[in-house]
């Protein structure tokens, strides 16, 4: 798995943890990172174990932040988490994974976002795209209609079709080889040593 991919998964499952925090909320360690999700209204049913954030909606957790108008989140009776981000008609659903000891952030966003805990799979929907940056610069991007990672298996995949974001409805797929990917976190490094240096 490439460097970009390995990070692809872990980002998507960290998105996964904080799109199903309420219902984790009671079972997670202490060391966890706290969730934030701010909106315009929420509403909680008890009975469904639901709870729908809706208007501007934006979840923090650690250094992952999602933004959406709307995130329902319920789980059903086995205890299954699931969770589901949608963006207003004319925008999308925008995530935003950092990882500062690498110097690198991922973003990603499709017309939908969805969690099923049941499989341990993670989906972006519509327009999909994930990008890796490294010290501020594109670096690889994914393009389809859906990017499906399961962290159960540690899979990911691409599908094209009439609502993806690359021409013709195909996939897209673009990543350097790896050592021009290391050799730019290597500078980056080098250069946030330097400026610390002359502080």
Do not use: W
């Not at 957790?61 to 205890?79: F, N």
């Not at 976002?113 to 594109?138: H, W």
């Not at 094209?160 to 797929?173: D, I, M, Y």
């Not at 990543?175 to 980056?188: F, L, M, V, Y």
């Amino acid at each position: 798995m490439t460097p970009f991919r390995t990070f692809l998964a872990s980002s998507l499952a960290g998105l996964a943890t904080a799109l199903c925090t309420p219902a984790l909320a009671q079972s997670s360690s202490a060391e966890a990172p706290s969730t934030l999700i701010l909106s315009d209204s929420l509403h909680y049913d008890d009975v469904k174990r639901q709870s729908v954030f809706t208007g501007n909606v934006s979840l923090t957790r650690g250094l992952m932040t999602l933004h959406a108008d709307k995130l329902d989140v319920r789980e059903d009776a086995k205890g299954g988490q699931f969770g589901t981000a949608t963006a207003n008609k004319g925008k999308l659903v925008r995530i935003r994974q950092e990882r500062p000891e690498t110097f690198e952030v991922i973003e990603g966003e499709g017309l939908r976002a969805e969690y099923d805990g049941s499989k341990s799979q993670f989906d972006l929907i519509g327009k999909a795209v994930v990008t890796r940056f490294i010290c501020g610069k594109p670096f690889d991007t994914i393009r389809g209609e859906r990017v499906r990672y399961n962290e159960k298996t540690g899979t990911y995949q691409a599908e094209g079709g009439p609502n993806s974001s690359a021409p013709g409805g195909r996939v897209r797929s673009f990543s350097p080889p790896r050592a021009k990917a290391d050799a730019a976190i290597a500078e980056c490094r080098a250069q946030s040593g330097r400026g610390a240096k002359s502080k």
